[in-house]
């Protein structure tokens, strides 16, 4: 399937990868900037930046954010969680983020949530970024390479109606696309689901950010050129760095449940997320 074209401008890219095993890694921080050019500060933390979320779809207490900045809450699946730290850190004060991230989640599995998290924090823009997981009840199929986009463009539906309804504008965005091309026919399908929902209602947007991730012919990338102020120190290897985990699909090389340390492909993701979401605001 063709990749599709979005009718939303967008500055650094797109793409949506798939997260076939749930859990395999958590989440990861490694770094802030408001771009690939720009350098990371030094003394970051390693937890991933978490203060509102972090809990499963099940639910768990958070603390409600104050109004003094714009209130995003962001679902998303194990991409999201483990660059959560890199967005957070990039939009610094300017947007009070409500992290509802956790590995191996369908966008179903948030579905009852959402609700409750209308009422409790009526937030200025919702931002969801899924994958595609499939390992859930409410997403499960005997194909999933064929059913997943089908079965994702119900949810698409309901969740967009649930909050639009209400007039809270939302955003779907895309992941780095997997190395696996299986996994990517997948990613092709949900694209055309976000992109349908994105062209059918004014508050309803599609962005890319996971093209930062991809190589020059538009296929997942392992390796990227490295950004002028990126040095051996960092990773930098005749002038790539690594952006991926061995499986292909994550983002932290090491693979840790927490990402110690620099991680290009984090950084890279996680600022771009970022720019999207002050660009939606």
């Given at each position: 399937m063709?990749?599709?074209?979005?009718s939303?401008p967008v500055?650094?890219?797109r793409?949506?990868?798939?997260?076939?095993?749930?859990g395999?890694?958590?989440?990861?921080?490694?770094?802030?900037?408001?771009?690939?050019?720009?350098?990371?500060?030094?003394?970051?933390?390693?937890?991933?930046g978490?203060?509102?979320?972090?809990?499963?779809p099940?639910?768990?207490?958070s603390?409600?954010?104050?109004r003094?900045?714009?209130?995003?809450?962001y679902y998303?699946?194990?991409?999201?969680?483990e660059?959560?730290?890199n967005?957070r850190l990039a939009?610094?004060?300017?947007?009070?983020?409500?992290d509802?991230?956790?590995?191996?989640?369908a966008?179903?599995?948030?579905h009852?949530?959402?609700?409750?998290?209308?009422?409790?924090w009526?937030?200025?823009l919702?931002?969801?970024?899924?994958?595609?997981?499939?390992l859930?009840?409410?997403?499960?199929?005997?194909?999933?390479?064929?059913?997943t986009?089908?079965?994702?463009?119900?949810?698409?539906a309901?969740?967009?109606d649930?909050?639009t309804?209400h007039?809270?504008?939302?955003?779907?965005?895309?992941?780095?696309r997997?190395?696996?091309?299986?996994?990517a026919?997948?990613?092709d399908?949900?694209?055309?689901?976000?992109?349908a929902s994105?062209s059918?209602?004014?508050l309803?947007s599609?962005?890319?950010?996971?093209?930062?991730?991809?190589?020059p012919d538009?296929?997942?990338?392992?390796?990227?050129?490295?950004?002028?102020?990126?040095?051996a120190?960092?990773?930098?290897?005749?002038g790539e760095?690594s952006?991926r985990?061995?499986?292909?699909?994550?983002?932290?090389?090491a693979?840790?449940?927490v990402?110690?340390?620099?991680s290009?492909g984090?950084?890279r993701?996680g600022t771009t997320?970022a720019?999207e979401i002050?660009?939606h605001?």
């Amino acid at each position: 399937m063709a990749r599709p074209t979005s009718s939303v401008p967008v500055s650094w890219g797109r793409r949506i990868a798939i997260v076939l095993v749930a859990g395999l890694l958590g989440a990861c921080g490694s770094g802030p900037g408001q771009g690939v050019d720009a350098a990371p500060e030094p003394g970051i933390a390693d937890d991933g930046g978490r203060a509102t979320g972090d809990e499963s779809p099940a639910g768990g207490g958070s603390v409600a954010p104050d109004r003094s900045s714009p209130v995003v809450i962001y679902y998303s699946d194990s991409i999201g969680s483990e660059s959560m730290g890199n967005t957070r850190l990039a939009l610094g004060d300017q947007v009070d983020l409500v992290d509802r991230s956790f590995p191996g989640s369908a966008l179903c599995d948030w579905h009852d949530r959402m609700a409750g998290d209308l009422a409790r924090w009526a937030p200025d823009l919702v931002v969801l970024q899924f994958v595609g997981n499939h390992l859930s009840q409410c997403a499960a199929s005997a194909d999933p390479i064929t059913a997943t986009p089908s079965i994702y463009a119900d949810h698409v539906a309901s969740v967009s109606d649930l909050w639009t309804s209400h007039g809270v504008p939302i955003v779907w965005m895309s992941a780095p696309r997997s190395l696996y091309e299986p996994l990517a026919v997948i990613q092709d399908g949900l694209d055309e689901v976000y992109l349908a929902s994105a062209s059918g209602h004014p508050l309803v947007s599609f962005a890319d950010p996971g093209a930062e991730l991809e190589s020059p012919d538009r296929k997942g990338a392992r390796h990227l050129p490295c950004a002028p102020w990126e040095t051996a120190d960092h990773g930098c290897v005749d002038g790539e760095i690594s952006v991926r985990h061995a499986d292909g699909i994550h983002l932290c090389q090491a693979g840790d449940e927490v990402c110690h340390g620099y991680s290009a492909g984090l950084f890279r993701y996680g600022t771009t997320v970022a720019q999207e979401i002050l660009r939606h605001l």
